[in-house]
C-alpha cells in the first residue's frame, strides 16, 4: 500500500452505500460517529441489488421463523425513517405466501405465524382467486395471507438513509471505487480511486463485491444474474395494491415473486435464482434477453393470466447468495475493527433498516444486542475446501 499521505480519520469509514450500507451509516452518524461512506456508483445505483422502483416486505418468513424478530424492528425503523423522510416508505398490501401443502414456502410461512402469533389466514387456490382476483395459482394450492407484508421504495429509502446521515453529519462520496484496505495498528488504512482514509473501525456492505474486498467470503458471497418484468395487465384492476398482495409462490417452474402495479406500468415478478447464471459481478449479462422473457412470461400466462400483456420493462439485478442462502454478518476473525454485512441471498433490502442498526453496534461495541447466531461466519466455514481458504493479506488478494 506504500506511505501514501491519509486525506482524512474518521471513527468509521463504511464501503458500500447501498440498502444497508446507507442504513449502516446513519445509524453511526445518529449516534455522533464521524463516519466516511464510500460508493463505487451514483447513490442510489442500478448495478446492484437495490433497485428496481419496489422489494418486498413480509413478516411471515419461510426462510426461517427466527427472522421474524428482526423483521419487526425493522418495520419500527423503517417507519421511524418514514417521519424523519416526511413521506411514505412503506406500503402495506398483505402479503401471500402459497405452493402444495407440503411446499416449504407454505409450511414455513405458517411456521413462523404460529410461532410468533402473527395474524394469518390459511386459503386455498379457490379462496386467493375470490379475494384477489388476478390470482390463479394450481388447485392444489394452499396460502398463508399475513395482512402486514408489503413493500419497500428502495431508491427512496436508499435516499432517506443517506439525507438523513448528511443531517448528521456524515460524509459521503459517489463513485469512489475503493482498491484496498488494510489494518493499521487498531484501526485501518483505507485507499480509493480518489484518496486514502485511515478510521478506528471498517465496514464493509459491498453487495455483490464483497468478496473482491473480503476473500475468506471467496466461494461464500457469490453473484447471480437476476432479472425482472414488468408485464402490462389485461384488466389493470386485479393488480392494483388494494387489490394484489405481494407473493412468493412455488409452482411447477419453479419459485416466484411479486408485486401489484405501482409507480411504473406494469405487473413487477421475477423468479428467484432465475436461470442460475453466477459468476463475478462485473462479468456478469447485463442485458435483459428474449429467453429471460419468455421463461417469466411462461410462468404469468399460466398463473397471473390477466396480468400477462405487453411488456412494459425488463430489467436486471443482481444477488449475492451463501451456500445456505441465509445472510452473512459478523466481525472479522482476524481484524475485529472490521466487519461486514453480506451477501443477502435475495431477501435482504426488507432487513436494510435494522441491519444498519445491527452495523452500527458491531463497529462501535463489536456485539449487538440482536440475535445474528443464524448469520454468524463460522456455520460456513466448515463447508469450505482448504484450497479454498487463500493464505494471502487481505491488500494482496483484494488486488
Excluded at 138 to 160: K, M, N, W, Y
Excluded at 236 to 244: E, I, L, T
Aim: aromatic share 10%; glycine share 10%; net charge negative.
Amino acid at each position: 500500500m506504500g506511505s501514501r499521505e491519509a486525506s482524512g480519520r474518521y471513527d468509521v469509514i463504511v464501503v458500500g452505500v447501498g440498502g444497508m450500507g446507507s442504513a449502516t451509516t446513519y445509524h453511526l452518524a445518529q449516534r455522533g460517529r464521524r463516519v466516511l461512506g464510500l460508493e463505487r456508483y451514483d447513490i442510489p445505483h442500478g448495478m446492484g441489488s437495490s433497485h428496481g422502483h419496489t422489494r418486498i416486505i413480509r413478516l411471515a418468513y419461510y426462510e426461517d421463523p427466527s427472522y421474524v424478530s428482526l423483521l419487526r424492528r425493522a418495520y419500527e425503523l423503517w417507519r421511524d425513517l418514514e417521519r424523519r423522510a416526511d413521506q411514505r416508505l412503506l406500503h402495506v398490501t398483505g402479503s401471500v405466501d402459497a405452493g402444495p401443502p407440503d411446499s416449504w414456502v407454505f409450511k414455513g410461512s405458517l411456521q413462523s405465524c404460529r410461532e410468533h402469533d402473527l395474524p394469518h389466514e390459511v386459503l386455498t387456490s379457490a379462496e386467493l382467486t375470490d379475494r384477489f382476483p388476478g390470482y390463479a395459482l394450481p388447485g392444489d394450492t394452499l396460502g398463508v395471507f399475513q395482512p402486514d407484508g408489503g413493500f419497500l421504495l428502495p431508491e427512496r429509502c436508499i435516499a432517506s438513509h443517506v439525507t438523513a446521515a448528511h443531517d448528521e453529519g456524515a460524509e459521503i462520496h459517489a463513485r469512489e471505487r475503493v482498491l484496498e484496505w488494510e489494518p493499521s495498528g487498531d484501526g485501518v488504512t483505507v485507499v480509493s480511486d480518489r484518496g486514502v482514509y485511515r478510521a478506528d473501525r471498517l465496514v464493509i456492505t459491498a453487495g455483490a463485491w464483497e468478496a473482491t474486498l473480503l476473500p475468506l467470503l471467496r466461494g461464500l458471497a457469490v453473484a447471480e444474474r437476476q432479472v425482472l418484468a414488468w408485464l402490462q395487465p389485461s384488466i389493470p384492476d386485479h393488480f392494483v395494491p388494494d387489490r394484489f398482495p405481494v407473493f412468493n409462490v412455488i409452482v411447477d417452474e419453479g419459485r416466484f415473486y411479486g408485486f401489484p402495479v405501482f409507480a411504473v406500468p406494469g405487473f413487477k415478478f421475477g423468479k428467484y435464482h432465475h436461470l442460475q447464471q453466477s459468476g463475478e459481478p462485473d462479468e456478469l449479462d447485463r442485458e435483459p434477453r428474449r429467453e429471460d422473457e419468455a421463461m417469466l412470461r411462461e410462468f404469468a400466462a399460466r398463473h397471473f393470466p390477466t396480468g400477462c400483456g405487453p411488456v412494459m420493462a425488463l430489467k436486471t439485478c443482481l444477488f449475492t447468495n451463501s451456500p445456505d442462502k441465509h445472510f452473512i454478518i459478523d466481525v472479522h476473525s482476524d481484524h475485529p475493527q472490521v466487519s461486514f454485512a453480506s451477501p443477502c441471498s435475495g431477501h435482504g433490502f426488507k432487513f436494510a433498516s435494522v441491519v444498519g442498526e445491527v452495523m452500527a453496534d458491531l463497529a462501535e461495541h463489536g456485539d449487538t444486542r440482536h440475535d445474528i447466531s443464524l448469520f454468524r461466519l463460522h456455520r460456513l466455514l466448515a463447508r469450505r475446501h482448504p484450497d479454498d481458504r487463500g493464505t494471502a493479506s487481505p491488500v494482496e488478494q483484494a488486488r
